[in-house]
């Protein structure tokens, strides 16, 4: 995945060097490398996991060395991350032991393998916040006296039950959202539109989605910050700028890419 990446196979443990996080590409590091760790490693063995987080994009400015002992990982998100979840779960069914289907967490879906302890869950969540259907009340509101009669109303600053528990439970996380923020089949802008609330009151003036994910982020990041373990590895990520060259699915276009786009490509997409 990346040229610094090194896998290391010892008596009881097997080691990894993670040595760059993207912000803004299609990819989760900690996938490939926690299949890698499965894979490699001895029955029964635990696995410890040595992350270099240099800064954003590679700079190695502001270094950090942390060591994580890892049971457990958790996809958070839409179908993208489902993919992630099951892509995993396949390469991972190629080693022996009994595996363990339960929901850990309040998980969609999970998975233990029992003789390596170690758990993979996927929580499923459109928008990472919480949302439902909003009507308008007979007896007025704010929303009501600027026109809107229906929608979907999005609290920015509450995480979705689906993945609430999975903040203290996993070791590894990996989120993403963006599908479904930019959908008029799901989120008509007229019809159904996207009402945003925070602290239980409407957001006025209204915002647009891109606004409206903005917030969610910075509360589902603060909301991380104090439920998570201090050695929990969290990533965020995107859909891909693009997932077909030369056409669309269905009109004989394919993804040829094997790499995480570099940043400067991603400068160029976004």
Avoid at 185 to 214: H, R
Wanted: hydrophobic fraction near 40%; charged fraction near 20%.
């Amino acid at each position: 995945m990346d040229s610094g990446s090194t896998i290391q196979r010892s008596d009881l443990r097997v080691t990894t060097t993670i040595v760059k996080r993207y912000k803004k590409v299609g990819i989760a590091l900690a996938v490939t490398k926690l299949m890698h760790l499965i894979l490699s490693s001895g029955v029964g063995s635990p696995i410890t996991v040595i992350f270099h987080n240099l800064s954003l994009f590679g700079s190695s400015r502001n270094t950090e060395t942390s060591v994580l002992i890892c049971n457990s990982a958790g996809f958070v998100g839409d179908s993208l991350n489902r993919n992630m979840f099951v892509a995993l779960f396949c390469n991972l069914k190629q080693v022996p032991g009994e595996v363990r289907k339960w929901r850990p967490a309040g998980a969609d879906r999970g998975f233990t393998f029992l003789q390596y302890n170690l758990t993979i869950a996927y929580h499923r969540t459109n928008l990472l916040a919480c949302y439902g259907r909003w009507s308008a009340n007979p007896n007025g509101g704010v929303l009501e006296s600027l026109g809107y009669k229906e929608g979907y109303r999005v609290d920015v600053d509450t995480p979705e039950g689906t993945w609430v528990e999975a903040a203290s439970f996993h070791d590894i996380l990996i989120f993403n959202t963006g599908h479904w923020w930019w959908a008029p089949s799901k989120f008509d802008p007229v019809k159904s539109p996207m009402l945003f609330f925070e602290k239980g009151s409407p957001v006025v003036p209204t915002i647009p989605p891109d606004a409206g994910l903005d917030m969610v982020l910075k509360h589902m990041v603060s909301f991380l910050e104090g439920k998570t373990r201090s050695n929990t590895v969290v990533f965020f990520r995107i859909q891909c700028p693009r997932h077909f060259e030369g056409g669309d699915w269905d009109q004989g276009g394919s993804c040829l890419r094997l790499q995480p786009f570099s940043p400067q490509k991603v400068s160029l997409l976004l």
